[in-house]
């Protein structure tokens, strides 16, 4: 009884383990036939779990201060770029970064400017 016991549950990982290569080959040969497009496929699937990573950190931000003199290209590209950021995260990924603390009080001392 036993015996049978071991073989059944060694048949099932087996079964398992094949059924996953199979998947995994799959996947890999679709991936090479598509090329370009089936990683930027991976890469936006895992898009929004980045975003949340990366935006974790400027929750715990009280206020960010960039200092530069009159004019500056690089002071204005930031700004621009921020001011962008949110939503064409949101479009990629479908994540909300206004609802980021540190971005709501930014965005509100911007009206109030």
Same mark, same amino acid.
């Given at each position: 009884?036993?015996?049978?016991?071991?073989?059944?549950?060694?048949?099932?990982?087996?079964?398992?383990g094949k059924a996953d290569a199979?998947?995994?080959k799959l996947k890999a040969e679709?991936?090479?036939?598509?090329? /370009?497009?089936?990683?930027?496929?991976?890469?936006?699937?895992?898009? *929004?779990?980045?975003?949340?990573?990366? =935006?974790? *950190?400027?929750?715990?931000?009280?206020?960010?201060?960039?200092?530069?003199?009159? =004019? /500056?290209?690089?002071?204005?590209?930031? /700004?621009?770029?921020?001011a962008e950021l949110p939503a =064409?995260?949101?479009?990629?990924?479908?994540?909300?970064?206004?609802?980021? *603390?540190?971005?709501?009080?930014?965005?509100?001392?911007?009206?109030?400017?």
């Amino acid at each position: 009884l036993f015996r049978s016991v071991w073989e059944a549950e060694a048949f099932v990982i087996e079964a398992i383990g094949k059924a996953d290569a199979e998947k995994m080959k799959l996947k890999a040969e679709a991936y090479q036939q598509y090329g /370009n497009a089936a990683k930027m496929a991976l890469v936006l699937d895992r898009l *929004p779990e980045i975003a949340a990573k990366v =935006s974790a *950190p400027l929750a715990k931000v009280d206020e960010i201060v960039i200092l530069s003199g009159e =004019s /500056n290209k690089v002071t204005s590209e930031v /700004n621009r770029l921020l001011a962008e950021l949110p939503a =064409s995260v949101q479009a990629l990924t479908g994540v909300d970064l206004s609802k980021i *603390p540190l971005l709501q009080r930014v965005n509100a001392t911007d009206r109030k400017s």
